[in-house]
């Protein structure tokens, strides 16, 4: 259980550190126009500790999910030289887009180091070249499951299935393949743990709860396609890997977007998370090793800065908008009806996360530390 503690502090640790960054970039580029910036917070309030250093107060705050800057003057109202208003168009996007360009740097700066280091990464089912070291790992076990019943553990690597036949699992598909065309039949699996063979014994479900598989296990495909490069190539090879994961990322949401306006609904396989998710989903990443944990922040980076990009008052993106009508009208949308739209956009993104965290991120959790407990 401690261990377990220990990786989930890690991986808050990372997202807080994740958003501080997020909340320099806008802090950096304030600071470099010029603009009065009142509050660096670690953290939400209500506030711990703080200490003002010249004419801003750094923070530190009880609630562990997160950062924030206050800037004189962003919420509207004021306009002086030093505030945010008092600045023109073209600086206060600079401000804004600070916060996501921070994001990209940090992904930059994340991926030159796994990159000099090597790493295992999720790789899929798809066949690449230069691919050394494939496992297909098991990340979850389904509480009640066949998987649970017969001892197969988060962390397992599977090896081989037999039922008649034996097949070596190369790719997630093979197993998913086997296991359904062995539903209700006894089967053997093999797997790897600590380096150790164990062979269980279970019966595939016939009919699993929907959106569940037949032996109740959640596979990642890993594999070593990020090898180890010299340190004036890894910094190359960040900004190449940011550029594609980005790319990839903004190819993904199109599609979720065109799926659901065309009735489809949300693609098959997608999974929600909010703060407690991600969390539980980094301190898994920690257990296979340090470069695959760095690489899932790296990912977390980059879509958290395409997230902030979307026009949604409350989000770097809406701040957007608003600066985009008040370049097309030649005047700023009224404080009173921006701070209004704004906070009902926040209060319907805080309901929703509640929503997620609820309804997926607690099972998750709860997941979490059972199997960590069974360990």
């Known amino acids: 259980m401690l261990s377990s503690f220990l990786t989930l502090a890690i991986a808050l ?20 126009f010029g603009v009065r910036v009142d509050e660096f917070g ?11 250093i010249g004419e801003t107060i750094y923070s530190v705050n009880l609630i ?8 004189y003057g962003e919420e509207g109202g004021i306009d002086d030289y030093r505030s945010f208003m008092g600045l023109a168009i073209w600086k206060r ?17 994340i991926f030159s180091i796994v990159f000099a280091m090597g790493a295992d990464i999720p790789i899929g089912d798809q066949d690449l070249q230069g691919v050394n070291n494939i496992q297909v790992k098991v990340i979850a076990v389904e509480s009640g499951s066949p998987a649970e019943q017969a001892g197969i553990k988060e962390g397992d690597s599977l090896v081989k299935a037999e039922g008649g036949e034996i097949i070596q699992i190369k790719k997630i598909k ?19 743990r600590a380096g150790r063979e164990i062979v269980f014994q279970l019966s595939p479900r016939e009919n699993p709860p929907a ?35 980005t790319a990839n990322g903004f190819v993904g949401l199109y599609n979720v977007v065109a799926n659901m306006f065309s009735g489809k609904g949300v693609p098959k396989g997608a999974e929600f998370a909010g ?46 908008v608003f600066l985009a009508i008040e370049k097309i009208i030649k005047r700023p949308v009224p404080a009173k009806i921006e701070q209004n739209i704004t906070v009902i956009f ?12 609820v309804r997926f991120d607690v099972p998750r959790f709860t997941e979490f530390l059972k199997s960590s407990l069974q360990k």
């Not at 640790?13 to 470099?32: D, P, R, T, W, Y």
């Not at 959106?211 to 960040?238: C, F, M, N, T």
């Open 13 to 32: 640790f990372s997202l807080v550190v994740l958003m501080a960054i997020h909340e320099f970039g806008h802090f950096i580029v304030a600071k470099k």
């Open 64 to 71: 562990p999910f997160g950062a924030f800057v206050k800037i």
């Open 42 to 52: 670690i953290g939400y309030p209500p506030r711990i500790f703080g200490k003002k």
């Open 211 to 245: 959106g569940h598989g037949a032996v109740g296990v959640s596979l990642e495909r890993i594999g070593s396609l990020i090898g180890k490069y010299p340190w004036y190539q890894a910094p190359l090879k960040g900004i190449q890997f940011t550029w594609e994961t």
């Open 346 to 357: 926040f209060l319907l993104l805080i309901s929703l996360s509640i929503f997620i965290t």
């Open 174 to 192: 093979d197993f998913q393949d086997f296991a359904k065309s062995h539903a209700g039949e006894q089967i053997k699996v093999s797997a790897l």
């Open 275 to 320: 703060p407690l998710g991600i969390t539980v989903f980094l301190a898994r990443a920690v257990d296979y090793g340090a470069g695959f944990f760095l690489y899932f922040i790296g990912v977390i980076s980059v879509f958290v800065a395409i997230f902030n990009l979307f026009p949604i008052p409350a989000l770097d993106g809406g701040k957007l």
């Open 93 to 109: 996007v600079l401000i804004v887009i600070g916060g996501v360009v921070a994001f990209w740097i940090a992904s930059i700066i």
